[in-house]
């Protein structure tokens, strides 16, 4: 029994067990408390002075980029090349996790520093990383096991979502000392911080959500989400552009029968089939030669008239209501901009007012590795072929803010409303041209994942963000979950999984103070300038040994 015992106290075993069990904590099970535990595995792992195995660091990563590929394994099933981009993104992500440990076990057994101390730190500063590294990739983190928990969330304004996965990786090296320390003494301190920590956490969320927001009283804007079923395949069917037009009007007309007037009408990502088409005035432009110039006028006259018609077809069922309102449209499609320089292809929401003009455009800003671009795909164009992409895409410059009622909406697109840096910056820049928004809306397209877990993930971000920000978030996705998310971090309202859905959001500003808005990431920037330390002093450590000891250089 002892030798099956040891056969699995082995990098990877320990590795993989952290793993499964933040697995599990994650969705599709959603078990939370888990995630409480699921990091003494790894902490394991950080105390032990010496490791059995050969390549532990390898090993763990191995473990790691399973744990990745079961967790994001929704993206595999729009079609079959998302396969190698799984894999491509979990080995990406991999590295994370022995990247925490080395860095961890420097602090433990170089710098003497304590475990419940150094571990969140070492945690913090790498999620801080990975949110900030090549793919911006802070989805999954071990403060989204949390966000059904709401008084545990509400610090989030504070030091944003890495204050709370900070709280949870503190508690886990807290249990793991008070389990393992051979003094009494060490035993009962690491116990007691870690029920200060956690009583001072849970006591201010309760504070929080005590709260009336400031803005309550004032008069709401009403918001319809339309949310559609249409799963993404590439079946080159030329019918599927007007079957996901008439599919997505029809929900339109209904939601505006039963439910309008609206103030505002947000259709996903993606699901206005017919592209914006931009020429810069007043320029030589540099078609492209694949490009027929009568099919490009032939296009914006039919975009133009179909947008027409929609805003029409609103607006005209709102003067059937007896309370007369006029209706402005949020909706997701493509814009193309042609000008002095070659085309450029944006993932645009666009927002038309009642008269049927495009008031304001937002191009997302940052693309989706495999789903919007691919990797080095400007150098080898190539690369294009084996995906089902047409080319890379432009990346927007800026934030946008705009109008409805009392109120002002700042739009995002897609996986941006998993990164907290973006959206943080969205707010704090509009804040500073004077337009600071109310509410932030995200317009997604999950039609790619088919219904799975990847779903929850990007609705639980949506989550933290409103906490972060303390501004309500409206969700319009396709397939779902499309959301009314109020600054508190409490979904009022969630359309259904993989089916059609209308949410009528009366919605209103927060208006409580945020810390994250004002100081973003500089917390969590502290803990990875720690990791930095802690990194650069174990390579200069090294290399001093080495000097002085040029038989330790030989082997």
Known sequence: MAHSARR?????????????????ALPPLDWWCLAW?????????????VWRGRRPYV????????????????IRLAHWANYLGLVALAAYLGIYVPLFIAVARQAVHRWRLPLPLAAPLAWTGIELLRGYGPLGFSMATLAQTQVTCQRVIQVADLGGAYGISFLVMTIA????????????????????????????????????????????NQAPVRVALIQGAIDTVFDDDPDRGRQMLQQYMDLTDGACARYGPFDL???????????????????????????????LDDSRILFDRLVCNGIGRVNDRAEEQRDRRSTSWLLGTTTWQFGAHPPRRYNAALVVNPAADVVARYYKMHPVMFGEYVPFGDVFPALYDLFPLPNGLTPGTEPVAFAVGPLRFAPSICFESTIPHLIRWHVAELARRGAAPDVLVNLTNDGWFWGSSILDLQLGC???RAVELRRPLLVAANTGFSAWINGQGQILAQGPRRATGIIVADVSADGRWSGYVQWGDGPAALCTLFCAAVTLAAAVSGWLRRRRSPSLASR
């Open 8 to 24: 699995f106290d082995t990098p990877f075993w320990l590795s993989a067990a952290s793993g499964l069990l933040l697995w599990a």
């Open 265 to 295: 009408v947000v259709w996903p990502e993606s699901m206005f089939p017919l592209s914006d088409l931009q020429v810069e005035p007043g320029v030589d432009v540099q078609f492209d030669p694949t490009i027929d110039q009568a099919l």
């Open 59 to 74: 090993a763990i990563w191995f473990s790691s980029m399973l744990f990745w590929i079961a967790v994001l394994q929704g």
């Open 173 to 216: 090296a807290c249990l793991v000392t008070a389990w393992s320390a051979s003094h009494r003494r060490r035993r009962f301190g690491a116990a007691l911080y870690a029920l200060s920590l956690l009583t001072l956490a849970l006591v201010y969320g309760q504070v929080r959500l005590g709260q009336v927001p400031v803005g309550a």
């Open 37 to 49: 535990v699921a990091p003494v595995f790894w902490l394991r792992l950080v105390r032990q002075e």
């Open 462 to 464: 949506a989550v933290l």
